[in-house]
Protein backbone atom coordinates (compact mmCIF):
# COMPACT_ATOMS: atom_id res chain seq x y z
CA UNK A 1 0.00 0.00 0.00
CA UNK A 2 1.37 3.68 -1.02
CA UNK A 3 0.14 7.35 -0.64
CA UNK A 4 1.48 9.38 -3.69
CA UNK A 5 2.77 12.96 -2.16
CA UNK A 6 2.40 14.86 -5.53
CA UNK A 7 5.53 17.28 -5.93
CA UNK A 8 4.63 19.86 -8.86
CA UNK A 9 7.30 22.18 -7.98
CA UNK A 10 4.89 24.08 -5.49
CA UNK A 11 6.90 24.19 -2.21
CA UNK A 12 9.13 22.48 0.35
CA UNK A 13 7.20 18.91 1.01
CA UNK A 14 9.30 18.24 3.89
CA UNK A 15 6.65 18.68 6.98
CA UNK A 16 4.39 16.62 4.96
CA UNK A 17 6.09 13.95 4.25
CA UNK A 18 7.19 13.81 7.81
CA UNK A 19 3.75 13.85 8.83
CA UNK A 20 1.99 11.25 6.61
CA UNK A 21 5.28 8.92 7.50
CA UNK A 22 4.76 9.16 11.35
CA UNK A 23 1.21 8.05 11.18
CA UNK A 24 1.13 5.83 8.17
CA UNK A 25 4.03 4.13 10.99
CA UNK A 26 1.58 4.52 13.79
CA UNK A 27 -1.21 3.19 11.72
CA UNK A 28 0.36 0.57 9.39
CA UNK A 29 -0.60 2.87 6.31
CA UNK A 30 2.39 1.57 4.01
CA UNK A 31 5.00 3.77 2.02
CA UNK A 32 4.81 7.73 1.75
CA UNK A 33 6.10 8.79 -1.89
CA UNK A 34 6.92 12.11 -2.86
CA UNK A 35 6.21 11.95 -6.20
CA UNK A 36 6.11 13.59 -9.44
CA UNK A 37 6.02 9.98 -11.81
CA UNK A 38 2.33 9.55 -13.23
CA UNK A 39 3.20 5.61 -13.42
CA UNK A 40 3.79 6.19 -9.33
CA UNK A 41 0.83 8.02 -8.97
CA UNK A 42 -1.22 5.47 -11.15
CA UNK A 43 -0.26 2.44 -8.82
CA UNK A 44 -0.86 5.18 -5.61
CA UNK A 45 -3.31 3.79 -3.34
CA UNK A 46 -4.05 7.25 -1.96
CA UNK A 47 -3.07 10.66 -3.41
CA UNK A 48 -2.15 14.14 -1.35
CA UNK A 49 -1.97 17.33 -3.59
CA UNK A 50 -0.56 19.92 -1.61
CA UNK A 51 -0.64 23.43 -2.99
CA UNK A 52 1.11 26.28 -1.83
CA UNK A 53 0.94 30.19 -3.38
CA UNK A 54 -1.64 31.13 -6.67
CA UNK A 55 -4.08 29.16 -7.59
CA UNK A 56 -3.27 29.73 -11.27
CA UNK A 57 0.80 28.85 -10.60
CA UNK A 58 -0.43 25.69 -8.90
CA UNK A 59 -2.76 24.81 -11.66
CA UNK A 60 -0.11 25.22 -14.14
CA UNK A 61 2.50 23.15 -12.29
CA UNK A 62 0.26 20.08 -12.06
CA UNK A 63 -0.62 20.27 -16.12
CA UNK A 64 2.78 20.71 -16.92
CA UNK A 65 3.91 17.38 -16.08
CA UNK A 66 3.04 15.26 -19.01
CA UNK A 67 0.09 12.84 -17.75
CA UNK A 68 0.61 13.68 -14.08
CA UNK A 69 -3.32 15.24 -13.97
CA UNK A 70 -4.12 12.35 -15.71
CA UNK A 71 -2.78 9.70 -14.15
CA UNK A 72 -4.34 11.73 -10.63
CA UNK A 73 -8.20 11.94 -12.29
CA UNK A 74 -7.96 8.24 -13.64
CA UNK A 75 -7.23 7.15 -9.99
CA UNK A 76 -9.66 9.51 -8.12
CA UNK A 77 -12.33 8.15 -10.87
CA UNK A 78 -11.44 4.21 -9.85
CA UNK A 79 -12.12 5.76 -6.59
CA UNK A 80 -8.61 5.98 -4.69
CA UNK A 81 -9.03 8.29 -1.08
CA UNK A 82 -8.02 12.08 -2.43
CA UNK A 83 -6.50 14.97 -0.47
CA UNK A 84 -5.88 18.14 -1.74
CA UNK A 85 -4.04 20.73 1.02
CA UNK A 86 -4.39 24.66 1.30
CA UNK A 87 -4.31 25.68 -2.73
CA UNK A 88 -4.44 21.77 -3.61
CA UNK A 89 -7.97 21.84 -1.71
CA UNK A 90 -8.62 25.18 -3.74
CA UNK A 91 -7.92 23.68 -7.46
CA UNK A 92 -10.96 20.82 -6.78
CA UNK A 93 -13.38 23.96 -7.55
CA UNK A 94 -14.99 25.05 -11.17
CA UNK A 95 -12.44 27.91 -11.33
CA UNK A 96 -10.29 30.14 -9.30
CA UNK A 97 -10.77 33.75 -9.37
CA UNK A 98 -6.84 35.16 -8.03
CA UNK A 99 -5.47 37.56 -10.16
CA UNK A 100 -8.12 35.89 -13.23
CA UNK A 101 -10.22 33.13 -13.76
CA UNK A 102 -8.49 30.22 -14.18
CA UNK A 103 -10.06 26.60 -14.58
CA UNK A 104 -9.92 24.08 -11.74
CA UNK A 105 -10.21 20.76 -11.40
CA UNK A 106 -14.31 20.82 -10.86
CA UNK A 107 -14.55 17.97 -8.69
CA UNK A 108 -16.31 20.42 -6.07
CA UNK A 109 -18.54 22.72 -7.63
CA UNK A 110 -17.83 26.29 -6.77
CA UNK A 111 -15.70 29.04 -6.70
CA UNK A 112 -12.18 30.12 -5.38
CA UNK A 113 -12.46 33.76 -4.10
CA UNK A 114 -10.73 36.38 -2.21
CA UNK A 115 -11.25 36.92 1.24
CA UNK A 116 -13.83 39.71 2.35
CA UNK A 117 -14.22 39.70 6.24
CA UNK A 118 -17.22 41.51 7.31
CA UNK A 119 -14.93 42.89 10.62
CA UNK A 120 -12.28 45.52 8.51
CA UNK A 121 -10.00 45.10 11.63
CA UNK A 122 -8.78 40.97 10.23
CA UNK A 123 -6.14 40.84 7.96
CA UNK A 124 -5.89 39.33 4.78
CA UNK A 125 -4.21 36.90 4.51
CA UNK A 126 -5.93 35.33 7.38
CA UNK A 127 -3.08 33.54 8.77
CA UNK A 128 -2.83 31.54 12.05
CA UNK A 129 -4.52 29.21 14.47
CA UNK A 130 -8.52 28.85 14.14
CA UNK A 131 -11.22 27.12 15.26
CA UNK A 132 -13.32 24.50 13.34
CA UNK A 133 -16.68 23.64 13.38
CA UNK A 134 -17.87 20.61 12.07
CA UNK A 135 -20.79 20.49 9.97
CA UNK A 136 -20.75 17.53 8.32
CA UNK A 137 -19.23 14.08 10.06
CA UNK A 138 -17.18 12.29 8.31
CA UNK A 139 -14.85 9.22 9.01
CA UNK A 140 -11.53 11.31 8.01
CA UNK A 141 -13.09 13.51 11.58
CA UNK A 142 -12.97 10.61 14.09
CA UNK A 143 -11.87 12.10 17.09
CA UNK A 144 -11.89 15.26 16.05
CA UNK A 145 -14.20 18.01 17.64
CA UNK A 146 -15.98 21.30 17.03
CA UNK A 147 -13.87 24.04 18.75
CA UNK A 148 -10.45 22.13 18.06
CA UNK A 149 -7.68 24.91 16.20
CA UNK A 150 -6.27 24.06 13.17
CA UNK A 151 -3.46 25.84 11.37
CA UNK A 152 -4.31 28.47 8.12
CA UNK A 153 -2.52 30.50 5.56
CA UNK A 154 -4.50 32.02 2.60
CA UNK A 155 -5.61 35.05 1.19
CA UNK A 156 -8.90 32.67 -0.94
CA UNK A 157 -11.17 30.24 -0.12
CA UNK A 158 -13.25 27.80 -2.07
CA UNK A 159 -17.10 28.45 -1.59
CA UNK A 160 -18.81 25.21 -2.50
CA UNK A 161 -22.33 25.25 -4.78
CA UNK A 162 -23.31 22.62 -2.92
CA UNK A 163 -23.50 23.52 1.20
CA UNK A 164 -23.76 19.99 2.17
CA UNK A 165 -20.10 20.01 0.62
CA UNK A 166 -18.67 21.92 3.20
CA UNK A 167 -18.13 19.81 5.84
CA UNK A 168 -16.03 22.23 7.98
CA UNK A 169 -16.07 25.85 8.50
CA UNK A 170 -13.84 28.28 10.21
CA UNK A 171 -15.22 32.10 11.02
CA UNK A 172 -12.78 34.92 9.56
CA UNK A 173 -14.91 38.45 9.52
CA UNK A 174 -17.63 35.26 7.97
CA UNK A 175 -17.64 31.71 7.61
CA UNK A 176 -14.82 30.06 5.12
CA UNK A 177 -14.77 26.48 4.29
CA UNK A 178 -12.08 24.80 6.22
CA UNK A 179 -12.79 21.03 4.53
CA UNK A 180 -14.71 20.36 1.77
CA UNK A 181 -15.26 16.83 0.25
CA UNK A 182 -17.31 14.22 -1.49
CA UNK A 183 -17.13 10.56 -2.41
CA UNK A 184 -13.62 9.70 -2.16
CA UNK A 185 -12.34 13.16 -2.48
CA UNK A 186 -11.36 15.49 0.63
CA UNK A 187 -9.62 18.90 0.78
CA UNK A 188 -8.79 20.80 3.90
CA UNK A 189 -7.79 24.69 3.84
CA UNK A 190 -5.59 24.62 6.35
CA UNK A 191 -2.35 22.30 6.54
CA UNK A 192 -3.26 19.14 8.93
CA UNK A 193 1.12 18.92 8.50
CA UNK A 194 1.39 21.80 10.74
CA UNK A 195 -1.62 21.25 13.05
CA UNK A 196 -0.12 20.05 15.69
CA UNK A 197 -2.65 16.49 17.62
CA UNK A 198 -6.10 17.56 15.24
CA UNK A 199 -3.75 17.69 12.19
CA UNK A 200 -2.17 14.47 12.73
CA UNK A 201 -5.07 12.50 13.90
CA UNK A 202 -6.98 13.96 10.34
CA UNK A 203 -3.69 12.27 8.39
CA UNK A 204 -3.83 9.12 10.79
CA UNK A 205 -7.55 8.84 9.74
CA UNK A 206 -7.21 9.77 5.98
CA UNK A 207 -5.03 6.95 5.58
CA UNK A 208 -7.04 4.38 7.47
CA UNK A 209 -9.97 5.67 5.05
CA UNK A 210 -11.70 3.21 2.68
CA UNK A 211 -14.47 5.25 0.98
Not at 97 to 103: G, N, S, V, W
Not at 173 to 200: C, W, Y
Amino acid sequence: MSTAIIDYGSGNLRSAEKAFQRMSAEVDGGAIVVTSDPQAVARADRIVLPGVGAFADCRAGVMAIDGLFEAIEARVRQGAPFLGICVGMQLLATRGLEHRATPGFDWIEGEVVRIEPADPSLKVPHMGWNELTIEVRHPVLEGIETGEHAYFVHSYHLRPRDPAQRLVSTEYGGPIAAMVGRDNILGTQFHPEKSQRTGLRLIANFLRWTP
